[in-house]
């Protein structure tokens, strides 16, 4: 097991407009366990290939389409051809792309929501587990040493049993086309062709549901969801609300909504427990607060040796250090790669297949929810 050799990687979609295209970039780097080797990058071969020259690489490695890279890569070397397969395309191309790298033997991550059904989620996660590869869904927040840190607090029972949780992931950035109809028909995420059958819950809704999980432990049961298209000519959320419960009852809201005027990346999650609770927000990632019924309230920061081990090992840098969106989806790439070697334990450091599964079963009851005139809605075991 060879933990030190960077593995192959190449992106489809991530052209150089696109910011999570920089993201991936970055964490790759920064991870130290990858080497970006080309990619598919857009649907323009010279663009792709200028792209490729920027940034340093083969310009024969940048392909006019993921089958050609396929192809093309299938004839080079062991250690020198892609071996994990990035996929940062719009939402309608998630499933085929991740189908066709699983079937050619490649590891896969995925940009979020993972697919357009919960059918087809399952079904990727059936290829993946049949052929032994691994798959990462880039929930980024998770990467956070401030999250983690929060998890491992309500593992190890810090704040008592848990009462309620509360997720919220505010934006703005929708808010000036809902009253511009020319600007609305511009934004692919909200055309169901591309974006799916959700806009604002499958773009960040589903961040917040990954976040409750992640950090509590529990399985999101239950919904009861209110979700606003805002405009009658427009067919997707942009704004919702919904209430939560746990297998084990616990009560939760989580609201997402990408017409929050001003607001710009309002992630926060929170959670209560019976002796305390734990809040955390994306805008202050270096802070966890620790509220206590016994005592002055404790705020948490990355890098210090008290802190739990799943969070210490988050924190690249020494205390006091800002750490940001790259740093965080660095130590997915990170934790994907120990998986990748066989690492015990890396699986915890990495949003799996299986959390894809779990955000199509909880986008596909929130929308079938709120077009029942809200009622609870199950979400799938």
Same mark, same amino acid.
């Given at each position: 097991?060879?933990?030190?050799?960077?593995?192959?990687?190449?992106?489809?979609?991530?052209?150089?407009?696109?910011?999570?295209?920089?993201?991936?970039?970055?964490?790759?780097?920064?991870?130290?366990?990858?080497? #970006?080797?080309?990619?598919?990058?857009?649907?323009?071969?010279?663009?792709?290939?200028?792209?490729? !020259?920027?940034?340093?690489?083969?310009?024969?490695?940048?392909?006019?389409?993921?089958?050609?890279?396929?192809?093309?890569?299938?004839?080079?070397?062991?250690?020198?051809?892609?071996?994990?397969?990035?996929?940062?395309?719009?939402?309608? #191309?998630?499933?085929?792309?991740?189908? !066709?790298?699983?079937?050619?033997?490649?590891?896969?991550?995925?940009?979020?929501?993972?697919?357009?059904?919960?059918?087809?989620?399952?079904? =990727?996660? !059936?290829?993946?587990?049949?052929?032994?590869?691994?798959? %990462?869904?880039?929930?980024?927040?998770?990467?956070?040493?401030?999250?983690?840190?929060?998890?491992?607090?309500?593992?190890?029972?810090?704040?008592?049993?848990?009462?309620?949780?509360?997720?919220?992931?505010?934006?703005?950035?929708?808010?000036?086309?809902?009253?511009?109809?020319?600007?609305?028909?511009?934004?692919?995420?909200?055309?169901?062709?591309?974006?799916?059958?959700? %806009? %604002?819950?499958?773009?960040?809704?589903?961040?917040?549901?990954?976040?409750?999980?992640?950090?509590?432990?529990?399985?999101?049961?239950?919904?009861?969801?209110?979700?606003?298209?805002?405009?009658?000519?427009?067919? =997707?959320?942009?704004?919702?609300?919904?209430?939560?419960?746990?297998?084990?009852?616990?009560?939760?809201? #989580?609201?997402?909504?990408?017409?929050?005027?001003?607001?710009?990346?309002?992630?926060?999650?929170?959670?209560?427990?019976?002796?305390?609770? =734990?809040?955390?927000?994306?805008?202050?990632?270096?802070?966890?607060?620790?509220?206590?019924?016994?005592?002055?309230?404790?705020?948490?920061?990355?890098?210090?040796?008290?802190?739990?081990?799943?969070?210490?090992?988050?924190?690249?840098?020494?205390?006091?250090?800002?750490?940001?969106?790259?740093?965080?989806?660095?130590?997915?790439?990170?934790?994907?790669?120990?998986?990748?070697?066989?690492?015990?334990?890396?699986?915890?450091?990495?949003?799996?297949?299986?959390?894809?599964?779990?955000?199509?079963?909880?986008?596909?009851?929130? =929308?079938?929810?709120? !077009?029942?005139?809200?009622?609870?809605?199950?979400?799938?075991?």
């Amino acid at each position: 097991m060879n933990v030190s050799r960077r593995i192959p990687l190449g992106l489809v979609g991530g052209g150089p407009r696109s910011l999570i295209g920089g993201v991936h970039r970055a964490a790759a780097a920064l991870s130290e366990r990858f080497e #970006l080797k080309g990619g598919a990058f857009g649907t323009d071969v010279s663009r792709n290939r200028a792209h490729a !020259r920027a940034l340093g690489l083969d310009p024969e490695r940048a392909y006019a389409g993921l089958d050609e890279m396929l192809a093309a890569e299938s004839r080079l070397a062991e250690g020198e051809r892609i071996e994990v397969l990035a996929v940062l395309t719009p939402n309608h #191309l998630h499933y085929p792309m991740v189908l !066709r790298a699983l079937e050619s033997g490649l590891h896969v991550i995925c940009e979020k929501p993972f697919t357009m059904t919960a059918s087809e989620a399952l079904e =990727l996660e !059936r290829r993946a587990r049949d052929g032994g590869r691994k798959v %990462c869904i880039a929930h980024t927040y998770t990467g956070y040493p401030m999250v983690r840190q929060m998890r491992a607090m309500i593992a190890a029972g810090e704040i008592g049993a848990l009462q309620k949780i509360d997720a919220q992931y505010y934006q703005g950035w929708i808010n000036a086309a809902m009253h511009d109809a020319a600007m609305r028909q511009s934004i692919w995420r909200l055309d169901p062709a591309r974006s799916g059958p959700s %806009c %604002c819950y499958g773009d960040i809704g589903v961040h917040a549901f990954n976040l409750a999980e992640y950090t509590t432990g529990l399985r999101i049961a239950r919904v009861l969801a209110d979700l606003d298209t805002f405009r009658p000519d427009n067919a =997707l959320d942009v704004d919702g609300t919904t209430l939560l419960r746990t297998a084990c009852g616990v009560h939760g809201v #989580l609201r997402a909504s990408q017409i929050a005027t001003g607001e710009e990346n309002g992630v926060q999650i929170a959670v209560y427990g019976s002796r305390g609770a =734990l809040k955390w927000s994306h805008e202050t990632p270096a802070i966890l607060t620790h509220l206590r019924e016994d005592a002055p309230r404790q705020v948490f920061t990355p890098g210090q040796r008290f802190n739990a081990e799943l969070a210490r090992t988050a924190s690249q840098l020494p205390p006091g250090h800002p750490q940001g969106l790259a740093e965080a989806m660095a130590n997915l790439y990170r934790g994907f790669a120990d998986a990748i070697h066989g690492v015990p334990g890396a699986e915890e450091r990495f949003p799996g297949i299986e959390a894809g599964v779990r955000g199509m079963r909880f986008i596909e009851a929130t =929308l079938a929810s709120s !077009r029942a005139g809200q009622t609870w809605m199950e979400i799938s075991a």
